[in-house]
Protein backbone atom coordinates (compact mmCIF):
# COMPACT_ATOMS: atom_id res chain seq x y z
CA UNK A 1 0.00 0.00 0.00
CA UNK A 2 1.18 3.47 -0.58
CA UNK A 3 0.63 6.80 0.76
CA UNK A 4 -0.59 9.92 -1.52
CA UNK A 5 1.75 12.53 -1.09
CA UNK A 6 -0.74 15.36 -2.64
CA UNK A 7 -3.48 14.52 -0.33
CA UNK A 8 -3.32 13.25 3.50
CA UNK A 9 -5.30 10.74 5.25
CA UNK A 10 -5.26 8.74 1.94
CA UNK A 11 -3.17 5.47 0.48
CA UNK A 12 -3.45 3.60 -2.37
CA UNK A 13 -3.98 -0.39 -2.59
CA UNK A 14 -4.28 0.30 -6.81
CA UNK A 15 -3.00 4.21 -7.32
CA UNK A 16 -4.44 5.30 -10.76
CA UNK A 17 -1.91 5.24 -14.56
CA UNK A 18 -1.02 7.86 -16.14
CA UNK A 19 -3.23 6.72 -18.74
CA UNK A 20 -2.70 6.97 -22.86
CA UNK A 21 -2.03 11.11 -23.44
CA UNK A 22 -4.04 12.39 -26.69
CA UNK A 23 -2.73 14.94 -29.25
CA UNK A 24 -5.20 17.75 -27.95
CA UNK A 25 -3.99 20.31 -30.65
CA UNK A 26 -4.52 18.14 -33.45
CA UNK A 27 -7.64 17.23 -32.43
CA UNK A 28 -8.10 21.67 -31.90
CA UNK A 29 -6.82 22.16 -35.71
CA UNK A 30 -9.20 19.58 -37.09
CA UNK A 31 -12.62 20.67 -35.42
CA UNK A 32 -11.30 24.15 -36.17
CA UNK A 33 -10.84 23.37 -39.62
CA UNK A 34 -14.20 21.44 -39.81
CA UNK A 35 -16.29 24.68 -38.18
CA UNK A 36 -15.22 27.02 -40.59
CA UNK A 37 -15.72 25.08 -43.81
CA UNK A 38 -19.32 24.18 -42.49
CA UNK A 39 -19.87 27.90 -41.65
CA UNK A 40 -18.77 29.04 -44.59
CA UNK A 41 -19.98 25.83 -46.88
CA UNK A 42 -22.71 24.57 -45.05
CA UNK A 43 -24.17 21.37 -46.97
CA UNK A 44 -21.77 21.15 -49.47
CA UNK A 45 -18.73 20.48 -46.62
CA UNK A 46 -20.85 18.63 -44.35
CA UNK A 47 -21.38 16.25 -47.25
CA UNK A 48 -17.49 16.03 -47.75
CA UNK A 49 -16.72 15.40 -44.33
CA UNK A 50 -19.87 12.83 -44.38
CA UNK A 51 -17.83 10.82 -46.66
CA UNK A 52 -14.49 11.45 -45.34
CA UNK A 53 -15.15 10.67 -41.25
CA UNK A 54 -18.51 8.39 -41.76
CA UNK A 55 -17.81 6.80 -45.60
CA UNK A 56 -21.55 8.40 -46.00
CA UNK A 57 -23.14 9.22 -48.84
CA UNK A 58 -26.54 10.15 -48.01
CA UNK A 59 -28.50 12.26 -50.73
CA UNK A 60 -30.79 14.13 -48.32
CA UNK A 61 -29.46 14.43 -44.41
CA UNK A 62 -32.85 14.37 -42.58
CA UNK A 63 -34.69 11.68 -41.82
CA UNK A 64 -38.07 11.39 -43.05
CA UNK A 65 -41.77 11.20 -41.50
CA UNK A 66 -41.62 7.77 -43.09
CA UNK A 67 -38.28 6.10 -42.19
CA UNK A 68 -38.42 7.48 -38.69
CA UNK A 69 -41.95 5.70 -38.24
CA UNK A 70 -40.20 2.20 -40.15
CA UNK A 71 -37.71 2.57 -37.42
CA UNK A 72 -39.91 2.06 -34.93
CA UNK A 73 -41.49 -0.38 -36.41
CA UNK A 74 -38.30 -2.18 -36.99
CA UNK A 75 -37.63 -1.99 -33.08
CA UNK A 76 -37.89 -5.43 -31.15
CA UNK A 77 -41.46 -5.09 -29.35
CA UNK A 78 -39.57 -5.72 -26.06
CA UNK A 79 -37.37 -3.25 -26.64
CA UNK A 80 -39.73 -0.64 -27.72
CA UNK A 81 -41.52 -1.46 -24.18
CA UNK A 82 -38.55 -1.02 -22.20
CA UNK A 83 -37.51 2.58 -24.34
CA UNK A 84 -41.15 3.63 -23.55
CA UNK A 85 -40.85 2.78 -19.95
CA UNK A 86 -37.76 4.66 -19.55
CA UNK A 87 -38.85 8.01 -21.50
CA UNK A 88 -42.37 8.05 -19.15
CA UNK A 89 -39.64 7.93 -16.01
CA UNK A 90 -37.29 10.38 -17.18
CA UNK A 91 -40.65 12.82 -18.41
CA UNK A 92 -42.10 12.00 -14.71
CA UNK A 93 -39.49 13.32 -13.09
CA UNK A 94 -38.11 16.84 -15.43
CA UNK A 95 -42.23 17.23 -15.33
CA UNK A 96 -41.43 17.38 -11.29
CA UNK A 97 -37.93 19.22 -11.78
CA UNK A 98 -39.66 21.83 -13.85
CA UNK A 99 -42.48 21.61 -11.12
CA UNK A 100 -39.92 23.53 -8.68
CA UNK A 101 -38.84 26.34 -11.10
CA UNK A 102 -41.41 28.98 -10.56
CA UNK A 103 -42.01 32.97 -11.92
CA UNK A 104 -41.60 35.66 -9.32
CA UNK A 105 -42.77 39.16 -8.92
CA UNK A 106 -42.66 40.64 -5.72
CA UNK A 107 -42.58 44.31 -4.41
CA UNK A 108 -39.19 44.88 -2.84
CA UNK A 109 -39.90 48.55 -2.06
CA UNK A 110 -43.29 50.62 -2.53
CA UNK A 111 -43.83 50.87 -6.02
CA UNK A 112 -40.88 48.73 -7.40
CA UNK A 113 -41.87 45.38 -8.64
CA UNK A 114 -39.30 42.69 -9.97
CA UNK A 115 -39.22 39.41 -11.07
CA UNK A 116 -37.98 37.09 -13.12
CA UNK A 117 -39.83 34.87 -16.11
CA UNK A 118 -39.22 30.98 -16.52
CA UNK A 119 -38.88 30.96 -20.76
CA UNK A 120 -37.99 27.94 -22.65
CA UNK A 121 -35.24 28.13 -25.03
CA UNK A 122 -36.90 28.20 -28.99
CA UNK A 123 -34.78 25.90 -30.80
CA UNK A 124 -32.38 22.69 -29.07
CA UNK A 125 -29.68 20.50 -30.71
CA UNK A 126 -29.22 17.21 -29.16
CA UNK A 127 -26.34 15.63 -30.21
CA UNK A 128 -26.99 12.00 -29.69
CA UNK A 129 -23.55 9.72 -30.13
CA UNK A 130 -23.35 6.24 -31.96
CA UNK A 131 -20.78 4.13 -30.39
CA UNK A 132 -19.72 0.94 -29.90
CA UNK A 133 -23.23 0.04 -29.13
CA UNK A 134 -26.96 1.08 -29.61
CA UNK A 135 -27.65 3.16 -26.55
CA UNK A 136 -31.08 4.08 -26.51
CA UNK A 137 -30.91 5.45 -23.38
CA UNK A 138 -29.08 8.64 -25.15
CA UNK A 139 -31.92 10.57 -26.84
CA UNK A 140 -34.42 9.69 -24.18
CA UNK A 141 -32.26 12.26 -21.88
CA UNK A 142 -31.73 14.39 -23.90
CA UNK A 143 -35.07 15.02 -25.78
CA UNK A 144 -37.68 14.18 -23.39
CA UNK A 145 -36.59 16.87 -20.82
CA UNK A 146 -36.38 19.45 -23.34
CA UNK A 147 -39.75 19.17 -24.69
CA UNK A 148 -41.34 19.17 -21.15
CA UNK A 149 -39.53 21.83 -20.58
CA UNK A 150 -41.27 23.67 -23.25
CA UNK A 151 -38.76 23.78 -26.02
CA UNK A 152 -40.23 24.54 -29.53
CA UNK A 153 -38.30 23.08 -31.72
CA UNK A 154 -35.65 19.91 -30.84
CA UNK A 155 -32.94 18.73 -33.41
CA UNK A 156 -31.50 15.87 -32.96
CA UNK A 157 -27.83 14.93 -35.09
CA UNK A 158 -26.58 11.56 -34.50
CA UNK A 159 -23.87 9.70 -37.03
CA UNK A 160 -24.95 8.10 -40.23
CA UNK A 161 -24.24 5.10 -39.34
CA UNK A 162 -25.71 4.81 -36.08
CA UNK A 163 -28.47 1.84 -35.64
CA UNK A 164 -31.75 2.53 -36.69
CA UNK A 165 -32.89 1.61 -33.15
CA UNK A 166 -31.51 5.30 -32.17
CA UNK A 167 -33.58 7.09 -35.36
CA UNK A 168 -36.56 5.01 -33.34
CA UNK A 169 -35.40 6.75 -30.21
CA UNK A 170 -35.18 10.24 -31.09
CA UNK A 171 -38.61 9.41 -32.64
CA UNK A 172 -40.20 8.36 -29.76
CA UNK A 173 -38.24 10.74 -26.83
CA UNK A 174 -40.25 13.76 -29.29
CA UNK A 175 -37.46 15.06 -31.77
CA UNK A 176 -39.36 17.32 -34.05
CA UNK A 177 -36.28 16.76 -36.89
CA UNK A 178 -33.77 13.81 -37.04
CA UNK A 179 -30.51 14.44 -38.93
CA UNK A 180 -27.95 11.51 -40.13
CA UNK A 181 -24.79 14.14 -39.39
CA UNK A 182 -21.98 13.03 -36.99
CA UNK A 183 -19.49 14.18 -35.52
CA UNK A 184 -17.49 17.58 -35.42
CA UNK A 185 -19.66 18.85 -38.56
CA UNK A 186 -22.63 17.96 -36.74
CA UNK A 187 -21.73 20.64 -34.06
CA UNK A 188 -20.88 22.51 -36.72
CA UNK A 189 -24.39 22.44 -38.80
CA UNK A 190 -25.90 22.94 -35.16
CA UNK A 191 -24.29 26.06 -34.28
CA UNK A 192 -24.17 27.94 -37.92
CA UNK A 193 -26.64 26.48 -39.61
CA UNK A 194 -26.99 25.37 -43.42
CA UNK A 195 -29.32 25.25 -45.90
CA UNK A 196 -30.77 22.28 -44.04
CA UNK A 197 -30.14 21.82 -40.65
CA UNK A 198 -31.51 25.30 -38.22
CA UNK A 199 -29.14 27.24 -36.25
CA UNK A 200 -30.05 26.53 -32.97
CA UNK A 201 -29.49 28.32 -29.81
CA UNK A 202 -28.10 25.49 -27.79
CA UNK A 203 -26.30 21.93 -28.02
CA UNK A 204 -26.24 19.33 -25.62
CA UNK A 205 -25.14 15.96 -25.44
CA UNK A 206 -21.89 13.61 -25.09
CA UNK A 207 -19.78 12.82 -27.78
CA UNK A 208 -16.32 11.72 -28.64
CA UNK A 209 -13.38 14.26 -28.41
CA UNK A 210 -14.23 15.59 -31.65
CA UNK A 211 -17.52 16.65 -30.81
CA UNK A 212 -16.38 17.90 -27.08
CA UNK A 213 -13.36 20.54 -28.68
CA UNK A 214 -16.35 21.45 -31.45
CA UNK A 215 -18.74 22.26 -28.43
CA UNK A 216 -15.95 24.33 -26.76
CA UNK A 217 -15.24 25.92 -29.65
CA UNK A 218 -18.49 27.30 -30.74
CA UNK A 219 -19.56 27.72 -27.08
CA UNK A 220 -20.47 32.06 -26.98
CA UNK A 221 -23.07 32.99 -29.98
CA UNK A 222 -24.63 29.45 -29.31
CA UNK A 223 -25.18 27.89 -25.74
CA UNK A 224 -23.60 24.33 -24.83
CA UNK A 225 -24.44 21.80 -21.82
CA UNK A 226 -20.98 21.20 -20.24
CA UNK A 227 -18.20 19.71 -21.45
CA UNK A 228 -18.41 15.63 -21.30
CA UNK A 229 -14.72 14.24 -20.83
CA UNK A 230 -14.80 10.15 -20.06
CA UNK A 231 -17.38 8.46 -17.83
CA UNK A 232 -16.48 7.98 -14.45
CA UNK A 233 -17.48 6.14 -11.07
CA UNK A 234 -16.62 6.64 -7.39
CA UNK A 235 -17.63 4.08 -4.71
CA UNK A 236 -17.75 5.22 -1.32
CA UNK A 237 -17.68 2.01 1.27
CA UNK A 238 -17.03 1.01 4.81
CA UNK A 239 -16.71 -2.30 6.19
CA UNK A 240 -20.28 -3.09 5.21
CA UNK A 241 -19.34 -2.98 1.51
CA UNK A 242 -19.83 -6.31 -0.46
CA UNK A 243 -16.85 -6.68 -2.99
CA UNK A 244 -18.65 -8.53 -5.60
CA UNK A 245 -21.17 -5.51 -5.79
CA UNK A 246 -18.36 -2.90 -5.61
CA UNK A 247 -16.57 -4.87 -8.11
CA UNK A 248 -19.38 -5.26 -10.35
CA UNK A 249 -20.85 -1.79 -10.32
CA UNK A 250 -17.07 -0.59 -11.34
CA UNK A 251 -16.53 -3.06 -13.95
CA UNK A 252 -20.38 -2.11 -15.48
CA UNK A 253 -19.37 1.67 -15.82
CA UNK A 254 -15.29 0.23 -17.10
CA UNK A 255 -16.90 -1.16 -19.92
CA UNK A 256 -18.41 2.53 -21.53
CA UNK A 257 -14.75 3.19 -22.55
CA UNK A 258 -11.02 2.38 -22.13
CA UNK A 259 -10.45 5.79 -20.64
CA UNK A 260 -13.80 5.24 -18.21
CA UNK A 261 -12.40 6.57 -14.47
CA UNK A 262 -13.36 3.84 -11.54
CA UNK A 263 -12.66 4.16 -8.22
CA UNK A 264 -13.46 2.41 -4.84
CA UNK A 265 -12.55 5.21 -1.52
CA UNK A 266 -13.09 2.91 1.34
CA UNK A 267 -11.69 3.18 5.28
CA UNK A 268 -11.72 -0.69 5.84
CA UNK A 269 -8.14 -1.77 4.17
CA UNK A 270 -9.04 -5.31 3.88
CA UNK A 271 -12.43 -4.16 1.55
CA UNK A 272 -9.57 -2.52 -0.59
CA UNK A 273 -8.05 -5.79 -1.04
CA UNK A 274 -10.79 -7.83 -1.23
CA UNK A 275 -12.48 -5.79 -4.47
CA UNK A 276 -9.29 -5.16 -6.33
CA UNK A 277 -9.15 -9.23 -6.11
CA UNK A 278 -12.58 -9.55 -7.02
CA UNK A 279 -12.17 -7.20 -10.19
CA UNK A 280 -9.58 -9.29 -11.48
CA UNK A 281 -11.66 -12.45 -10.97
CA UNK A 282 -14.52 -11.35 -12.88
CA UNK A 283 -12.73 -9.68 -15.64
CA UNK A 284 -11.79 -12.83 -16.81
CA UNK A 285 -15.16 -14.22 -17.88
CA UNK A 286 -16.64 -10.29 -18.67
CA UNK A 287 -17.31 -10.42 -22.63
CA UNK A 288 -16.29 -6.61 -22.63
CA UNK A 289 -13.11 -6.87 -20.90
CA UNK A 290 -10.96 -5.52 -23.81
CA UNK A 291 -12.60 -2.50 -23.00
CA UNK A 292 -13.29 -2.78 -18.98
CA UNK A 293 -9.42 -4.01 -18.79
CA UNK A 294 -7.36 -1.23 -20.07
CA UNK A 295 -9.82 1.42 -18.13
CA UNK A 296 -9.31 -0.40 -14.85
CA UNK A 297 -5.65 -0.99 -15.36
CA UNK A 298 -5.29 2.86 -16.56
CA UNK A 299 -7.36 4.66 -14.78
CA UNK A 300 -8.46 2.35 -11.96
CA UNK A 301 -7.85 3.57 -8.03
CA UNK A 302 -8.32 1.89 -4.56
CA UNK A 303 -7.71 4.58 -2.05
CA UNK A 304 -7.83 4.04 1.54
CA UNK A 305 -9.04 6.70 3.92
CA UNK A 306 -8.02 6.71 7.68
CA UNK A 307 -11.28 8.05 8.65
CA UNK A 308 -14.72 9.09 7.22
CA UNK A 309 -13.94 12.74 7.55
CA UNK A 310 -10.90 11.37 5.35
CA UNK A 311 -12.84 9.83 2.50
CA UNK A 312 -15.54 12.50 1.79
CA UNK A 313 -12.43 15.34 1.75
CA UNK A 314 -10.97 13.23 -1.07
CA UNK A 315 -14.18 12.19 -2.35
CA UNK A 316 -15.15 15.99 -2.88
CA UNK A 317 -11.98 16.77 -4.18
CA UNK A 318 -12.47 14.12 -7.00
CA UNK A 319 -16.00 15.07 -7.85
CA UNK A 320 -17.19 12.01 -9.52
CA UNK A 321 -19.44 11.91 -12.02
CA UNK A 322 -21.65 8.89 -10.27
CA UNK A 323 -21.05 8.35 -7.01
CA UNK A 324 -22.17 5.32 -5.04
CA UNK A 325 -22.54 5.46 -1.10
CA UNK A 326 -22.45 2.23 0.25
CA UNK A 327 -21.99 2.29 3.92
CA UNK A 328 -23.95 1.77 6.86
CA UNK A 329 -25.38 4.89 7.26
CA UNK A 330 -26.01 5.86 3.75
CA UNK A 331 -28.42 8.41 3.93
CA UNK A 332 -26.74 10.43 6.80
CA UNK A 333 -23.53 10.06 5.08
CA UNK A 334 -24.81 11.36 1.87
CA UNK A 335 -25.88 14.83 3.39
CA UNK A 336 -22.10 15.21 4.26
CA UNK A 337 -21.09 14.70 0.14
CA UNK A 338 -21.04 18.21 -1.88
CA UNK A 339 -18.86 17.38 -5.42
CA UNK A 340 -20.61 14.92 -7.72
CA UNK A 341 -22.94 14.70 -10.49
CA UNK A 342 -25.18 12.11 -9.12
CA UNK A 343 -25.48 10.18 -6.14
CA UNK A 344 -26.70 6.67 -5.56
CA UNK A 345 -27.33 6.31 -1.66
CA UNK A 346 -26.93 2.72 -0.55
CA UNK A 347 -26.16 -0.25 -1.79
CA UNK A 348 -29.66 -1.42 -3.70
CA UNK A 349 -29.05 2.10 -5.75
CA UNK A 350 -27.12 1.76 -9.16
CA UNK A 351 -25.84 3.49 -11.78
CA UNK A 352 -26.97 1.40 -14.26
CA UNK A 353 -30.53 2.09 -13.42
CA UNK A 354 -29.80 6.02 -13.70
CA UNK A 355 -28.19 5.13 -17.21
CA UNK A 356 -30.95 3.35 -18.69
CA UNK A 357 -34.24 4.22 -17.06
CA UNK A 358 -35.42 5.23 -13.53
CA UNK A 359 -35.49 9.06 -14.72
CA UNK A 360 -32.30 10.87 -13.14
CA UNK A 361 -30.46 12.26 -15.97
CA UNK A 362 -27.08 10.44 -17.09
CA UNK A 363 -25.67 12.97 -18.78
CA UNK A 364 -23.43 14.41 -16.21
CA UNK A 365 -20.64 16.54 -15.42
CA UNK A 366 -16.96 14.84 -15.33
CA UNK A 367 -13.76 15.79 -15.11
CA UNK A 368 -14.13 17.59 -11.53
CA UNK A 369 -16.88 19.71 -13.16
CA UNK A 370 -19.13 18.75 -10.58
CA UNK A 371 -17.67 21.22 -8.25
CA UNK A 372 -19.24 23.99 -9.86
CA UNK A 373 -22.21 22.36 -11.80
CA UNK A 374 -25.05 19.78 -11.97
CA UNK A 375 -25.55 17.24 -15.16
CA UNK A 376 -28.56 17.76 -17.36
CA UNK A 377 -32.15 18.49 -16.25
CA UNK A 378 -35.22 20.11 -17.13
CA UNK A 379 -33.51 23.51 -16.46
CA UNK A 380 -31.12 22.97 -18.71
CA UNK A 381 -33.52 24.13 -21.44
CA UNK A 382 -34.80 27.28 -19.99
CA UNK A 383 -33.51 30.85 -19.31
CA UNK A 384 -34.31 32.94 -15.74
CA UNK A 385 -35.05 36.23 -17.59
CA UNK A 386 -35.14 39.29 -15.10
CA UNK A 387 -37.82 41.87 -14.76
CA UNK A 388 -37.86 45.59 -13.16
CA UNK A 389 -41.52 47.36 -13.01
CA UNK A 390 -41.88 50.91 -11.34
CA UNK A 391 -44.73 53.09 -10.38
CA UNK A 392 -43.83 57.11 -9.16
CA UNK A 393 -43.10 55.27 -5.41
CA UNK A 394 -40.22 53.47 -6.87
CA UNK A 395 -38.95 56.21 -8.56
CA UNK A 396 -38.72 58.50 -5.91
CA UNK A 397 -36.80 55.58 -3.84
CA UNK A 398 -34.43 54.70 -6.69
CA UNK A 399 -33.52 57.73 -8.67
CA UNK A 400 -31.36 59.45 -5.63
CA UNK A 401 -29.00 57.22 -4.70
CA UNK A 402 -28.67 55.55 -8.59
CA UNK A 403 -27.84 59.51 -9.74
CA UNK A 404 -25.77 60.33 -7.19
CA UNK A 405 -23.50 56.58 -7.73
CA UNK A 406 -23.36 57.35 -11.32
CA UNK A 407 -22.33 61.24 -10.65
CA UNK A 408 -19.18 59.50 -8.21
CA UNK A 409 -18.03 57.51 -10.85
CA UNK A 410 -18.17 59.78 -13.61
CA UNK A 411 -20.60 58.83 -15.73
CA UNK A 412 -23.03 61.62 -16.70
CA UNK A 413 -25.73 59.58 -19.14
CA UNK A 414 -26.33 57.57 -16.06
CA UNK A 415 -27.36 60.24 -13.79
CA UNK A 416 -29.12 62.06 -16.15
CA UNK A 417 -31.45 58.75 -17.26
CA UNK A 418 -31.76 58.32 -13.20
CA UNK A 419 -32.94 61.97 -12.65
CA UNK A 420 -35.06 62.62 -15.65
CA UNK A 421 -37.76 60.64 -14.64
CA UNK A 422 -37.93 62.17 -10.61
CA UNK A 423 -37.40 65.55 -12.49
CA UNK A 424 -40.55 64.97 -14.22
CA UNK A 425 -42.24 63.16 -12.00
CA UNK A 426 -41.79 66.49 -9.82
CA UNK A 427 -42.82 69.15 -12.14
CA UNK A 428 -45.81 67.06 -12.82
Known amino acids: MTTSPTFP ?15 TAEIEG ?41 AVAELDPQTRVDTEFAIA ?36 GAYVPGGRYPLLSAPVMTIVPAKVAG ?19 CHLSGA ?14 MAYGTETVPRVDKIVGPGNAFVNEAKRQVFGPVGIDQLAGPSEIYVLADSTGDPEIIATDLLAQAEHDVRTRVGLITTDAGLARDVATEIERQLEDLSTAHTAAPAYRDYGQIAVAEDEAAMIAYSDHIAAEHLQVH ?26 YSDKCAGTNHTLPTMAAGRYT ?55
Open 9 to 23: GISHVKAPGGGPSGD
Open 30 to 70: IVAGVLAEVRARGDAAVAEYARKFDRSDLEAFEVSAEAREA
Open 89 to 124: NVRRFAEAQMATILPLDIETAPGAFLGHRVIPLARV
Open 151 to 169: VEEVIACLPPNAHRAMIAG
Open 176 to 189: DRIFLIGGAQAIAA
Open 327 to 352: TANACDFAQELRNYGSLFIGELASVV
Open 374 to 428: GGLWAGTYVKIATHQRLEPAGVRAFAPPAARQAASEGLEGHRRAAQIRLDRLQAG
